[in-house]
């Protein structure tokens, strides 16, 4: 009965100690996470290309992205990207000749962006992009066609807004001047766009 009562003595001040004892949070462990680590953020954008000339159609898209952003709390920000996109549209031009020209376009480019926080929350981009397209241009005239390769070197500037939603999700808004400078040389041609563009990232 004494050894008993002895061990009951002995635990209940050992759980005396243990209340009184500060809690402390742990530091952060080594290989952790942290705002100031690059953080891969996996993105998709909504394309609306406007030719810039004449003979060149405006086009319909989608832009996947995954890319390196510096996610911590600072007044500047920056922004790697892989990128893959596709572009289509046709046009009828109404004169004599009552041509069609249906294009498509696949432009895989590396990009890098700044961010110029004005908020928390929101932040103003602008940046540029570069890589080659892969692109095909099929021109009707009447029951006579004709396929071009449009591949070539590509970019493009420009600049926009980003909202942060939520610690994993932000949207964006933003627009792009581009031009795609053919390989064939006996086209004598590019093909320049304006591009408004909408889009969501995300991290996990």
């Known amino acids: 009965m004494k050894k008993v009562l002895s061990t009951l003595t002995i635990l209940a001040g050992l759980a005396g100690v243990a209340s009184a004892a500060p809690y402390v949070l742990p530091e952060n462990q080594p290989g952790a996470h942290t705002g100031y680590d690059w953080t891969p953020v996996y ?15 405006d086009m319909w898209g989608a832009r996947l ?15 790697f990207s892989l990128n893959a996109a596709y572009l289509a549209g046709e046009e009828t031009y109404n004169d004599a000749s009552g041509l069609k020209n249906d294009m498509h376009m696949l432009p895989i480019t590396l990009g890098y962006h700044v961010h110029l926080a004005l908020s928390d929350e929101v932040s103003f981009f602008l940046g540029g992009r570069a890589g080659y397209s892969i692109g095909e241009a099929e021109l009707k005239v009447s029951r006579y066609k004709a396929t071009i390769d449009t591949n070539g070197f590509t970019f493009g500037v420009g600049c926009g807004f980003q909202v942060q939603c939520s610690d994993a999700v932000y949207v964006r808004l933003g627009y792009e001047f581009g031009r795609t400078y053919y390989d064939d040389k006996a086209l004598k041609d590019n093909y320049g766009q304006h591009t408004i563009s909408l889009g969501v990232g995300c991290w996990f």
Request: no cysteine.
């Open 43 to 57: 993105s998709v954008d909504a394309l609306y290309a406007i030719g810039a000339e004449n003979h060149t159609p």
């Open 65 to 79: 992205g995954f890319n390196l952003y510096s996610m911590q709390r600072a007044s500047v920000r920056h922004q």
